[in-house]
């Protein structure tokens, strides 16, 4: 492959050629990161067909910058190979891994009083993967759950996200966080369903949403990604009731950006890249306000 001068951005995103179930979603996000990119002055490099792995680790050494995209259970293995070729603006592979434990994260933010459903192993309860990815696999049901799953206590509330940018520094050998607290970008609306077979459906958002407890979800979430260690972007989701309860953290882009993205006055890029150095800007401005399907088609409300 041979490139322009100038800079390199490696955006490595999984789903667009390894799995046909979330591609869709997966193409709209590389596009609105792919376009913000270009605008931002860098040459985007996609991996090819071929294995994830390998591609990364071909690709990355001549890119300045580089972000994976993948389901967070693969996220992990493949942030490492990231790191250890390029500069990543995504979040450390050691926190990828520890969210890719829904179990062990919900113990740690209890652990650090942040509100999270009781695990539970009887009665009517949300059984999901313990390393899973969105909605798939999670469903209301009063049955076992199964190899790899555990049950948490259904919360009837409001589904929203937050998404926000975690800042960073680098020093000599390790990434340090830069102490600054982290950039929201905004509130999202979730649309999720609870299909005849108890299984969750997410089926899309808008944002932004001004909520009238937004303070309290604000502060649940940015506790949620200091807590952590998230670093660059992440979406914490959150179920709002008595309590605002996180209920999933992501570290990673998720299809909230596409909506975000067609509402805010600054680049992702130029944000990704300055809160990987420890210079997020202490706010972002958004105009309007969007709905978004599950496959990442944005409409104005």
């Known amino acids: 492959m041979t490139y322009r001068s100038g800079m390199n951005a490696l955006l490595a995103e999984y789903t667009l050629s390894?799995?046909?179930?979330?591609?869709?979603?997966?193409?709209?996000?590389?596009?609105?990161l792919e376009r913000s990119f270009v605008r931002s002055g860098y040459e985007?490099?996609?991996?090819?067909?071929?294995?994830?792995?390998?591609?990364?680790?071909?690709?990355?050494?001549?890119?300045?910058?580089?972000?994976?995209?993948?389901?967070?259970?693969?996220?992990?293995?493949?942030?490492i190979i990231l790191e250890q070729n390029t500069h990543n603006l995504g979040c450390g592979s050691m926190t990828a891994a520890v969210c890719a434990n829904k179990v062990q994260t919900a113990k740690i933010l209890r652990s650090h009083g942040i509100p999270v459903p009781d695990e539970t192993t009887s009665g009517?309860?949300?059984?999901?993967?313990?390393?899973?990815?969105?909605?798939?696999?999670?469903?209301?049901?009063?049955?076992?759950?199964?190899?790899?799953?555990?049950?948490?206590?259904?919360?009837?509330?409001?589904h929203l996200s937050v998404s926000l940018v975690g800042s960073r520094v680098v020093g000599d050998a390790c990434l340090y966080f830069s102490g600054a607290?982290?950039?929201?970008?905004?509130?999202?609306?979730?649309?999720?369903?609870?299909?005849?077979?108890?299984?969750?459906?997410?089926?899309?958002?808008?944002?932004?949403?001004?909520?009238?407890?937004?303070?309290?979800?604000?502060?649940?979430?940015k506790k949620t990604v200091e807590v952590l260690g998230c670093q660059g972007y992440c979406g914490v989701d959150v179920i709002v009731s008595d309590r605002v309860y996180v209920v999933d953290v992501n570290p990673r882009i998720t299809t909230s950006l596409v909506g975000i993205a067609a509402c805010m006055h600054e680049e992702i890029a130029q944000i990704?890249?300055?809160?990987?150095?420890g210079n997020a800007p202490a706010e972002i401005h958004l105009s309007g306000r969007v709905t978004f399907d599950k496959n990442g088609k944005v409409n104005r409300a």
């Open 124 to 158: 009517m309860r949300v059984i999901k993967p313990v390393s899973g990815c969105g909605a798939q696999g999670v469903r209301l049901s009063d049955q076992p759950a199964g190899a790899a799953e555990f049950g948490q206590q259904y919360i009837d509330g409001e």
């Open 181 to 221: 607290p982290p950039l929201v970008l905004a509130i999202n609306r979730q649309s999720i369903e609870i299909g005849d077979d108890g299984a969750f459906y997410y089926r899309g958002g808008e944002t932004p949403v001004d909520h009238k407890r937004s303070e309290e979800i604000l502060q649940v979430a």
């Open 44 to 79: 985007v490099v996609t991996p090819g067909t071929g294995d994830f792995a390998q591609e990364i680790a071909r690709l990355a050494p001549a890119c300045d910058v580089g972000l994976v995209i993948a389901p967070d259970n693969l996220l992990p293995r493949f942030t």
């Open 18 to 32: 390894h799995d046909p179930a979330l591609a869709a979603e997966g193409a709209a996000m590389l596009d609105v």
């Open 272 to 277: 990704l890249v300055a809160a990987s150095k």
